[in-house]
């Protein structure tokens, strides 16, 4: 099989059967390595170094316009045509959807599920990542320290919705396990590691989510899916 995108001339496939994933161990990025894992789909992964400023490369832009990462390329996607999909929300679904793993086909408890992926993307993501760039990258150096305030303000908050959600109920959906928690775990797992702000949030009021965090950093796929890239 010969895969013909742009982003082969840059990344070559040795596995050009299996599912295509470019991506570096990021919040965003583990998201996909964690589902793959889960899973159990045959892939093959390209480290994309986002420091050398590989994202901006012609056959990545070509692969994602936006220039981020995670992207795949699915040499079996609908139809057996081949599928170029960008934005971690959307990949989990498809990913989801194309295996029939951790997404309920009950179409209420599926858009229910979709809900808090999309809660994720357009609120934890954006807030939790502010905090990261105000209190341990660049605008660590600012001299004004409202903008960091802000965001630890509203990452807390955001803890407090998690944590709430999470009273009676082993997952974000309940007894199962599902994308919702695989869109938010790396997040929270930086938040207080990688980012250090544990004590900045008061990370010990929210004891269901330590203990929620606890329970998917266990988990095999989930520890083998933060290292996907990883070097």
């Not at 050398?52 to 220039?67: I, K, S």
Request: with cysteine; aromatic share 12%; glycine share 10%.
């Amino acid at each position: 099989m010969t895969l013909n995108h742009p982003i082969f001339s840059r990344w070559p496939a040795r596995h050009p059967d299996r599912m295509q994933l470019f991506s570096l161990p990021t919040p965003n990025g583990v998201k996909v390595g964690i589902m793959l894992e889960e899973t159990g789909l045959a892939y093959e992964p390209h480290r994309v170094d986002i420091i050398a400023h590989e994202h901006h490369d012609p056959a990545f832009v070509a692969l994602n316009p936006n220039g981020k990462i995670p992207a795949i390329y699915d040499p079996h996607g609908p139809g057996e045509q081949p599928l170029a999909l960008f934005e971690s929300g959307a990949i989990l679904i498809y990913l989801a959807d194309k295996t029939g793993r951790f997404l309920s086909t009950d179409p209420a408890t599926r858009y229910e599920t979709i809900q808090w992926v999309m809660w994720q993307v357009g609120g934890v993501g954006p807030m939790f990542g502010q905090v990261g760039f105000f209190n341990k990258f660049a605008g660590k150096a600012y001299e004004d320290k409202r903008p960091l305030e802000r965001y630890l303000t509203e990452s807390a908050r955001l803890l407090g919705v998690l944590d709430e959600r999470l009273a009676g109920r082993d997952w974000v959906m309940g007894r199962d396990y599902s994308i919702a928690d695989i869109s938010l775990l790396g997040w929270v797992r930086n938040l207080i590691g990688f980012y250090e702000a544990r004590e900045l949030v008061g990370f010990e009021r929210f004891a269901r989510v330590q203990q929620w965090l606890d329970r998917g950093l266990c988990r095999p796929g989930v520890q083998r899916g933060l290292e996907v890239t990883a070097a």
